[in-house]
């Protein structure tokens, strides 16, 4: 989110006062885009955070450019953590849930939130479902590999057919449920965790709820673009998101997503005590390109998304 995005630049100039940041924050799949458009003419020279599926895609499209930083050795688990060739690292955790308005849920009395995916097809929440579109959301693109993931292509896509006739709009940015649901525009908002309660810690009236089948999760990435200007300053920023005091700042900034480096407090622990599906990200980040057109040619078209 913007605040976290400002926060981390007044940080990181803190550090460095000799380098001015200068950032636009686009939801991940916006950023996947413009990568591609601006490849032979790069704008940017890093891109920090959004789920590693589009950093597999865009390594896989020569997007990125590798780099073994010495703060790599901080990663929790390496393995998981990190492209095998250094062309990403993760820098934060965060676990998809369902935001539901406690409002709502009082007016309608015999209503629970929800507590499965399936709960999501019950006919009272029919129109009163908010969750973001795959083609500009890394959040909604999670939500819909978990998806299959778990049922399997063909029972899946039945599955994101019968959700999308649920949905009674489509947002931009898979932050944005939480806020509309608060607001009381829809009953249900399918969206990371810690986005909900940074909602709820504000004092939206929010009920946090997790899929008890298993819930898909993102590891937040980062990585070098591929021809960077500022290759040496987007180095330095690589290093120091990669450390234990930087990822502890998410809170200050009203983020609380869990760390990926040893030595780091996570702030919401009880975020990762839920069931989490075995997600498979080099599936989910090499098969992004053909499963959003997909949804958006065959399910929901990606025009009018709300803002």
């Not at 400002?6 to 001015?20: L, N, Q, R, S, W």
């Not at 390496?78 to 250094?86: L, Q």
């Not at 995916?117 to 693109?141: C, N, R």
């Not at 929010?206 to 300053?233: C, H, Q, S, W």
Request: proline fraction near 6%; glycine fraction near 8%; include cysteine.
């Amino acid at each position: 989110q913007v605040q976290w995005c400002e926060g981390m630049k007044a940080e990181f100039e803190k550090v460095y006062p000799d380098i001015t940041v200068n950032f636009v924050r686009m939801s991940s799949g916006e950023a996947l885009t413009r990568l591609r458009n601006e490849k032979d003419n790069p704008q940017f020279d890093i891109w920090w955070g959004g789920p590693i599926d589009s950093f597999v895609a865009a390594k896989l499209e020569g997007l990125l450019e590798a780099y073994d930083s010495p703060n790599l050795a901080n990663l929790a688990d390496p393995e998981r953590f990190k492209d095998p060739d250094n062309f990403w690292a993760g820098i934060y955790i965060g676990t998809l849930g369902f935001a539901t308005n406690q409002n709502w849920l009082d007016e309608h009395p015999g209503v629970e939130a929800p507590r499965s995916w399936d709960d999501l097809l019950k006919p009272e929440f029919k129109g009163q479902i908010m969750v973001a579109h795959p083609s500009s959301s890394g959040t909604s693109y999670t939500a819909l590999c978990t998806v299959l993931q778990i049922r399997g292509e063909e029972a899946g896509w039945d599955y994101l057919r019968q959700y999308a006739g649920q949905v009674l709009q489509f947002t931009k940015s898979g932050a944005a449920p939480a806020k509309f649901v608060a607001q009381g525009e829809a009953a249900v908002g399918i969206v990371f965790s810690h986005d909900i309660v940074a909602e709820m810690e504000k004092g939206a009236p929010l009920v946090l709820t997790f899929p008890e089948e298993g819930t898909g999760y993102e590891i937040g990435g980062m990585g070098i673009v591929k021809g960077a200007r500022n290759l040496d300053a987007a180095k330095k920023w690589f290093d120091w998101a990669l450390e234990p005091a930087t990822q502890e700042l998410g809170p200050k900034y009203q983020a609380y997503q869990a760390p990926t480096v040893k030595g780091a407090t996570p702030s919401r622990p009880e975020l990762l005590e839920v069931k989490l599906i075995d997600y498979d990200f080099d599936y989910c980040g090499s098969n992004k390109t053909a499963f959003v057109d997909k949804f958006t040619n065959e399910i929901a078209a990606a025009d009018n998304l709300k803002e």
